[in-house]
């Protein structure tokens, strides 16, 4: 049997963070034993200190995400009343991750060691490393969840500074418009790339809007 102790962490954990949190990609902290290797006669049994650490590490990443008296959760109520259904639009599960994201900035950024393919599309991040580092793509190696969310504010003038703290969702926002058009560039460039045009087609083009 599991102690009163533990089963009161984990039903909160369970509250904060969902019924499958040990399993989460977004809390890669969040591992930890169930059963202990000891009796629960013997001292602190190892079950209990992870699950302790666990709890330490919970209480961390809520106030990183949640503020000081809830400010940046109140601030995240608040952009999302003033959000309208038209700003979701279209429906797609992208389009409304990525208004989340602009909603309550702090969510994803408190979650550094997650891969940011759980909410970037492959092209998006890889043209977001390629114009931000200008260095050639590595495409088994996304940046971290954190990383990309820097770099896509920086792109909307986030300067990054140790005075700055995390980006804002003014900067965020911007950055996702820029990114847009750099994915949509990313994508034109390899059709090209593996497809080169003819002459013809070229010299078409050049007509049209020269």
């Keep these: 049997m599991l102690a009163d102790g533990e089963i009161n962490g984990l039903i909160i954990l369970m509250h904060n963070l969902g019924c499958d949190f040990d399993n989460d990609p977004q809390y890669p902290w969040a591992r930890f034993k169930i059963f202990p290797d000891k009796t629960y006669e013997e001292k602190e049994p190892d079950s209990f200190l992870n699950l302790q650490k666990v709890y330490d590490q919970f209480l961390k990443f809520h106030e990183h995400t949640v503020g000081e008296e809830g400010a940046y959760l109140k601030a995240a109520h608040q952009r999302l009343r003033d959000k309208r259904l038209e700003d979701f639009k279209p429906f797609t599960d992208d389009n409304i ?8 900035p702090q969510r994803c950024v408190e979650t550094p060691d997650v891969p940011c393919s759980i909410y970037f599309e492959e092209a998006e991040w890889k043209a977001l490393t390629t114009f931000i580092t200008k260095q050639p793509i590595s495409a088994d190696k996304p940046p ?10 920086a792109l909307g003038g986030f300067l990054a500074r140790k005075c700055d703290g995390e980006p804002g969702t003014q900067t965020i926002w911007l950055g996702l418009q820029r990114l847009d058009d750099l994915t949509e560039m990313l994508k034109v460039m390899t059709v090209i790339f593996r497809h080169p045009p003819s002459a013809s087609h070229i010299s078409g083009v050049q007509q049209k809007y020269g």
Excluded: G, K, P
Aim: hydrophobic fraction near 50%.
């Design 97 to 104: 991750v990525r208004s989340l994201r602009t909603i309550y």
């Design 144 to 153: 971290t969840l954190r990383e990309a969310i820097r770099m896509v504010a």
